[in-house]
């Protein structure tokens, strides 16, 4: 899965062309005159016809609609992240500020929400510049309100590059210029990248003192990083020991079953639950092969990755009256941030897609399941007061139930 990126004129008002190095390279096997789908901030979804326009192409028929109902302006950054072939993920960038140095010759934008009762700003975006090699400007509401980091001098960030490699970045407060800076190490990132000038660079802010970068060329194309095993700079992701699932907050008012309530959801939990497809913003495609269907039973997988080094599953127990929540390390080790979305396996060897959505919580988020009585615990026979043993396994990068005492 991969993503390009147009920026907002009034002549792309009827129509919005879609770059021709993406087209050449992502949509060969697409056909002229298919309706493709725009899903968009907090679950709008729309049709627009995917269609034939000299070398590449261009979405039409449909497009005026988006425009007007999510009010573009000239200059919006359009993030497309493709879920397929007619299926298209659309996150729009406002421009919250001109740069502090640089004026409107390199604005500040921010991802905006067609609700405005609901606060979604989870990315900033900014055009590299040469001076952006030693330290990267981010707006201070984003720290301060998005992110609620408020009034921090210096703090130790992750920039995750790929799946596999992060680097450790600071951030600091410039008093002087009223914006916070990422350096130490970003010209790290820069290089490993590697981003020039001219690019633009997005980075959304994933989980708790993690951001994942998104870099875009001069022709509009997503830059996939590849994995690189030997590398001084690049910090990998340390393998999770023997954790637990978080239990029911003592403050919590409301000990509900989330199906009841999901009126108000945010970008990425308001997709589709019976896709299969990653509805994330990550944009990396070696994520198509991140699941695998096939059925395993657990113990091939346990015997058969013993002698892979990378092979550490994770081992815990869910007791029926608690909400399914994942815990920081466990969300950080699948990566639940970024996808959304998880496989879990029941007695049987049967895989159920299971959606899950960010929570705030303290400086970060934790990640609960939806549906998840509807879609696991009820057909699978599970109920109170069973406590339910699962491994998560790496290598296939689902859940899988081992064992139900009742």
């Not at 002229?32 to 627009?48: D, H, I, L, R, Y």
């Not at 599953?313 to 390390?329: C, G, N, Q, V």
């Amino acid at each position: 899965m991969t993503s390009f990126y147009k920026i907002f004129s009034s002549d792309s008002s009827e129509y919005l062309e879609i770059p021709n190095q993406y087209s050449n390279r992502f949509l060969l096997n697409a056909e002229p005159n298919n309706q493709a789908t725009m899903k968009c901030v907090n679950g709008k979804e729309f049709e627009v016809l995917l269609t034939k326009n000299k070398d590449g192409f261009v979405f039409m028929d449909g497009w005026e609609h988006i425009v007007a109902k999510l009010s573009f302006t000239d200059g919006c950054f359009l993030m497309f992240k493709q879920i397929d072939l007619y299926s298209y993920l659309l996150t729009p960038f406002n421009n919250m500020q001109d740069h502090p140095i640089f004026g409107s010759s390199v604005p500040l934008f921010t991802s905006m929400s067609t609700e405005k009762t609901i606060s979604n700003v989870e990315y900033f975006c900014q055009r590299f510049t040469q001076e952006s090699n030693d330290n990267l400007i981010i707006p201070v509401d984003f720290i301060e309100d998005t992110i609620r980091l408020p009034c921090i001098s210096k703090l130790t960030f992750k920039v995750h590059v790929n799946l596999w490699d992060s680097f450790d970045v600071m951030i600091q407060k410039d008093r002087n210029l009223k914006v916070y800076l990422l350096y130490d190490s970003w010209d790290n990132v820069v290089s490993y990248v590697p981003i020039y000038p001219d690019y633009y660079v997005v980075m959304r802010y994933i989980f708790k003192q993690n951001f994942q970068l998104i870099v875009y060329d001069l022709n509009g194309c997503e830059i996939l990083v590849p994995k690189r095993v030997y590398t001084i700079a690049a910090v990998n992701i340390p393998k999770p020991g023997t954790l637990n699932i978080e239990t029911q907050d003592t403050d919590d008012e409301n000990n509900h079953e989330n199906d009841e309530d999901e009126s108000v959801q945010d970008y990425n939990e308001s997709m589709d639950d019976d896709s299969v497809d990653v509805s994330s913003i990550l944009t990396n495609s070696d994520i198509d092969g991140m699941y695998n269907e096939e059925d395993v039973e657990v113990s091939d997988c346990e015997e058969d990755k013993k002698g892979d080094p990378d092979y550490n599953p994770i081992e815990f127990e869910w007791k029926y009256d608690m909400r399914f929540r994942l815990s920081a390390d466990l969300a950080e080790a699948s990566r639940i941030d970024m996808t959304m979305e998880m496989y879990v396996q029941n007695l049987d060897g049967v895989d159920t897609l299971i959606s899950f959505r960010g929570e705030k919580n303290g400086g970060g988020f934790r990640y609960e399941a939806l549906k998840w009585r509807t879609k696991f615990t009820k057909p699978n026979g599970i109920n109170p007061p069973a406590i339910c043993t699962f491994v998560y396994c790496p290598v296939q990068k689902k859940l899988i139930l081992k064992k139900v005492v009742k």
